[in-house]
């Protein structure tokens, strides 16, 4: 029996919209305007990327991050080094262990007079608000949440503005003195750097250097000045931090450090090849001209018909230009019939078309799983070379690094899109119909046949190890194959290493969330 029934059982219905309607935003009118300070040549990062860029004129520098340790190694050491600014502009910042050991150098940074603005989604932090709050009472620290909810205690308050609190901002960027970004599709949180004792997921980012960072720069201040952006003070319903809280966030920002030292993973840290590359030799970079995507903030307030320069638009041309090979890595798969038609296309006009996403047993979210799961069959059938992650691909993957290998023992999360292998899209977009017309995205295109040749070879040495490939047999059914790990081919037809209970729950999670919300 579910909470609106009681509550209509026992309050008449004029009330209870009443009661679900009053919820609303405070004024998001004393927001202030600012940019992000131009790149300085004095800072440090400026003279530790002066040379490269000379020898590179006009193209931006990437270092893949494919491994989680080095995502929060470069994350880390890239504040530590800040001399003026910080921008950080994430869907999800966890306050476990490594999201606190990032606070812990952000802190550091603002002590030193470094201005730095945080940019969050609501869905996700409005539980940490008060600890923002703190972390904004800071002077050198402004935090502000995108398309928050109005009811900050009971959400369940923002019922009657549901077609508004569905849309959430999934943007990640991550910019350092205008000088440096980190873009793809890493949140912040133990899972993602591959720190959590329960999951872990595969992600990937590209760690940029180069003009490509000043067109990041844009991309977050288009959304920090946008109406969807307020500041976390209106939000708090009068609380006011005092120094004293911000003193004990501090302590528990540095204690997240010490914690760390009496872990593995501290010790993983300290042994991930960039860290060594760090104090022998620079880290080998990918050049090439370089595009910032986006969702403009104004996705939030649009239909999906009006919606003609969204992300999705802005990939397609690159799509349509495609000649040899396609290959598109997505966690969250739904291509809906327009994109198995789109498959087809490509199939007719011969491209290949690669795709490997999560399995039932990887994947985190059964309802999503539910919707891709009832296309493989007419994927198949228009030639897609279908690959679904297994749950433990890497017995041994915190001791690797390898460009393109975003894998994890829990589930697939990184979104790379390789276009025949000259340009590379990496982002936060998933190839779903949330992430097209609800969610706002971004990422960059790369121009760097080098970039993309190391991606796609990576990645497909890789697949008969650590995916299933998705089979039709003679009799038009699914099956499954794959390698061990003595090299013996196995055969599967049922939903590898998954339970009946798990295969019923993602048939049926489905029926009750239409396609257009996954």
């Not at 080095?70 to 910080?86: F, H, T, W």
């Not at 038609?341 to 539910?370: C, E, I, M, P």
Request: charged share 25%; proline share 5%.
């Amino acid at each position: 029996m579910g909470f609106f029934f009681l509550i209509k059982k026992f309050i008449p219905i004029p009330v209870v919209l009443a009661y679900l309607g009053c919820a609303s935003l405070p004024p998001n009118t004393n927001r202030s305007y600012s940019e992000a300070l131009p790149p300085d040549p004095k800072t440090q990062l400026a003279q530790a990327t002066e040379e490269q860029l000379k020898k590179h004129p006009g193209l931006s520098g990437f270092y893949p991050l494919a491994s989680g340790l080095e995502a929060l190694v470069a994350r880390m050491a890239a504040v530590a080094v800040s001399d003026r600014s910080i921008d950080l502009q994430y869907y999800i910042w966890e306050n476990d262990l490594t999201g606190r050991m990032l606070m812990h150098e952000v802190l550091l940074a603002a002590d030193r007079g470094v201005r730095v603005r945080v940019l969050l989604d609501d869905l996700n932090q409005g539980r940490y608000e008060r600890g923002l709050a703190i972390l904004d009472s800071h002077p050198n620290i402004e935090v502000r949440m995108a398309n928050p909810f109005a009811g900050r205690s009971w959400r369940i308050l923002d019922a009657m503005r549901f077609s508004t609190v569905n849309r959430r901002m999934h943007n990640k960027v991550f910019v350092v003195d205008n000088q440096t970004a980190i873009v793809g599709g890493r949140n912040i949180g133990n899972e993602y750097f591959w720190a959590s004792e329960e999951m872990n997921f595969g992600d990937f980012d590209l760690w940029a250097i180069g003009p490509v960072v000043q067109d990041l720069s844009r991309e977050f201040d288009s959304y920090w000045n946008s109406e969807i952006a307020y500041p976390i003070s209106v939000l708090v319903n009068g609380f006011k931090p005092t120094a004293e809280d911000l003193q004990k966030l501090k302590a528990d920002a540095a204690a997240a450090i010490e914690e760390a030292e009496k872990t593995q993973y501290a010790a993983a840290l300290k042994e991930t090849p960039m860290v060594k590359k760090f104090t022998r030799e620079p880290l080998k970079l990918y050049w090439g001209k370089a595009e910032v995507v986006i969702d403009p903030p104004e996705k939030f307030r649009q239909h999906s018909k009006e919606q003609t320069d969204n992300l999705a638009h802005q990939l397609y041309p690159l799509i349509e230009k495609t000649q040899k090979e396609l290959i598109l890595v997505s966690p969250y798969f739904i291509p809906g019939k327009k994109g198995v038609q789109f498959f087809k296309s490509l199939n007719n006009r011969g491209v290949a078309s690669l795709v490997l996403t999560n399995s039932l047993a990887s994947s985190d979210v059964a309802t999503v799983f539910s919707g891709y799961k009832g296309y493989r069959k007419d994927l198949l059938e228009q030639g897609v070379q279908l690959y679904e992650l297994k749950p433990t691909p890497q017995k041994t993957m915190p001791k690797k690094s390898r460009v393109g290998a975003s894998f994890s023992s829990a589930g697939l999360h990184g979104k790379i899109f390789v276009f025949d292998r000259r340009k590379v899209f990496v982002g936060s977009m998933n190839l779903d119909p949330r992430s097209a017309t609800l969610n706002s995205e971004m990422g960059v295109v790369v121009d760097s046949p080098e970039l993309a040749e190391a991606i796609s070879k990576n990645l497909i040495a890789n697949l008969r190890e650590d995916s299933y490939q998705v089979l039709l047999d003679d009799r038009k059914n699914l099956i499954w194959k794959t390698t061990d790990d003595h090299g013996k081919e196995q055969v599967f037809t049922k939903e590898p290493e998954t339970s009946w209970w798990k295969r019923l729950k993602a048939g049926l999670s489905g029926i009750f969330v239409p396609e257009s919300w996954l």
